[in-house]
C-alpha cells in the first residue's frame, strides 16, 4: 500500500526551498543528461515533521510564544526526553541533568571548552561528522582523527589507545549512531572503549543525536549508561532534531551524568544554554512525548528503503547498509575513477551525495536515504545505469 511519503516528489520538494534540496551543492541544476538533481547529502529527511510537532509550533505562534526560554518550559523538556530516554533505551536519567542548547555542535563547543584542558588535541574516530573535523581546528584544538576499521567498520581501539597515549588528547568524540558509517555499537564496544579512555584518564563526548534511528531489533545503547566509569567521564548530547526532522528549530539537550559535571555546567553552561528556541524547546517536548508513533511510521518507512538500496546493485560500489541513522555509506574506490566518485555520481546521474573526502573517508559518499521511495529509486536506477554506461 502507498504510503504518504511515497508523493513527496522531487519537485515539491525542490519548491519547498530546502537547503538539501536547494542548496550551493545542487547549483548546476540539472545532470549531464539535463535531469534535475536529486539532494541527497545534508542530513534531514523529506518528511514532514509529526502532526503534534506542528502543532506545538503553530500555537507558539497564536500565543505568541516567542520570548525568552522559562524554566518551566525547559523543565517539561527535560521530563519529556528522560522519559523517552527512559522508554526507548532503558536509562533513567534525572530531568535535572538534562539541560537546553540550541544543537549538537553548540554541546560539543562548550564541552571542549569547559570541560578539557586548554590547548589539549580531541581524538575523533573517521570518517566523521564533516564539521566534527574542522570545529576544534576553528577552537585552538588539533583534531587528531583515528581511522576506524574497515569490512565491517569498527573502532580501532588499539589506534584509539595509541592516538591517546601519544598526542595527549584528554577527550574523545564518540558518535553512536555513527554518521557516516550507520554503525550502532555494541555493548562489548562500547565497554571497551571506556576500558581505553580510563587508561588515559580521558573524557567522552557522546554525540547520541541519531539515537532513536536504529533497525533490525537493535536498540541504542546510551553510552553513559553502560558503566559507572563511563557516567563518569562523559558528557552526552542528543536532540530530537535527527528523529523528527526539526534541526531548525535549534533545540538540543545535554545529558551530564556526573555530578561535578553537572556543577560545571552550571558554572559554565550559560553561553552555550542561551541560543536555544523556545519554539525549538515546546516542538521537541512535543516530539518526546507526543511524537512515538509517528517516529516508528518513520522508522518502517526508511526500513523499506534501505531494504531498496540492499537489492540495488550497484557494480563495484560497497554498500553499507546503515544499522542506524538514514546514511549509507557507499564506497566507490573500487570503481578506480579519476574524480571523488560523490562527483561522478552528482554529474552522471543527478544524485548529489556527500563526498567522503568531507568526512575524511575519500572515495567514499554519503548518502541520504529519508526521501520519498519512489523518488530513491529513481536516485538508484540512475546510479546503476551511469555505471553501467561507463561500460
Ligand atoms: C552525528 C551528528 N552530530 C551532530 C550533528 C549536528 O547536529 P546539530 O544540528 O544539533 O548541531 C549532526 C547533523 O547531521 C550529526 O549527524
Excluded at 533505551?89 to 534525572?94: C, D, S, V
Excluded at 576553528?138 to 584509539?160: I, K, N, Q, T
Excluded at 516508528?296 to 546503515?322: E, I, K, S
Aim: proline share 7%; aromatic share 8%; with cysteine.
Amino acid at each position: 500500500m502507498a504510503h504518504p511519503f511515497d508523493a513527496l516528489t522531487a519537485e515539491a520538494m525542490r519548491a519547498g526551498g530546502s537547503w538539501k534540496w536547494t542548496g550551493r551543492e545542487m547549483v548546476a541544476g540539472a545532470d549531464a543528461r539535463g535531469r534535475g538533481l536529486i539532494g541527497a547529502f545534508v542530513a534531514e529527511m523529506d518528511f514532514p515533521t509529526a502532526g503534534p510537532v506542528a502543532a506545538a509550533v503553530r500555537e507558539c505562534a497564536d500565543t505568541s510564544r516567542f520570548g525568552y526560554l522559562a524554566d518551566g518550559w525547559v523543565a517539561d523538556l527535560a521530563e519529556a526526553c528522560a522519559a523517552f530516554w527512559a522508554d526507548r533505551f532503558g536509562w533513567a536519567i534525572e530531568p535535572e541533568r538534562i539541560r537546553p542548547v540550541p544543537d549538537v555542535m553548540t554541546a560539543l563547543t562548550a564541552t571542549i571548552e569547559h570541560f578539557t584542558t586548554p590547548g589539549s588535541p580531541v581524538l575523533l574516530p573517521t570518517p566523521a561528522y564533516m564539521p566534527f573535523l574542522t570545529v576544534p581546528g576553528m577552537l585552538g584544538r588539533e583534531m587528531v582523527s583515528v581511522p576506524m576499521a574497515r569490512d565491517p567498520f569498527a573502532l580501532d581501539l588499539d589506534a584509539l589507545d595509541d592516538a591517546f597515549r601519544t598526542s595527549g588528547a584528554e577527550l574523545l568524540v564518540l558518535t553512536n549512531p555513527h554518521n557516516p558509517t550507520g554503525r550502532v555499537l555494541t555493548a562489548e564496544e562500547l565497554a571497551d572503549v571506556t576500558a581505553v579512555v580510563e587508561r588515559h584518564g580521558g573524557r567522552v563526548f557522546a554525540d547520541e543525536i541519531h539515537a532513536p534511528i536504529t533497525f533490525d531489533g537493535l536498540r541504542h545503547r546510551p553510552y553513559a549508561a553502560t558503566s559507572a566509569a563511563a557516567a563518569a567521564h562523559t558528557v552526552t548530547a542528543t536532540s530530537a532534531s535527527k528523529a523528527w526532522n526539526l534541526p531548525g528549530l535549534k533545540c538540543g539537550q545535554v545529558i551530564l551524568s556526573s555530578d561535578a559535571d553537572a556543577r560545571r555546567w552550571a558554572d559554565h553552561g550559560y553561553l552555550a544554554e542561551h541560543g536555544t528556541a523556545t519554539p525549538g524547546v515546546l516542538a521537541s517536548t512535543a516530539a518526546y512525548t507526543h511524537g512515538r508513533d509517528w517516529l516508528d511510521d518513520v522508522l518502517a518507512y526508511l526500513d523499506g528503503n534501505r531494504a531498496l538500496l540492499r537489492d540495488t546493485p550497484l557494480p563495484g560500489v560497497a554498500t553499507t547498509v546503515p544499522e542506524g541513522t538514514y546514511l549509507a555509506w557507499l564506497d566507490g574506490r573500487g570503481l578506480d575513477l579519476d574524480e571523488p566518485p560523490a562527483a561522478f555520481f552528482a554529474r552522471e546521474a543527478g544524485v548529489v551525495m556527500t563526498d567522503g573526502a568531507a568526512c575524511a573517508g575519500p572515495g567514499g559518499m554519503r548518502l541520504n536515504l529519508a526521501m520519498a521511495r519512489p523518488v530513491l529509486a529513481e536516485a538508484l536506477e540512475r546510479m546503476a545505469e551511469a555505471l553501467d554506461a561507463r561500460g
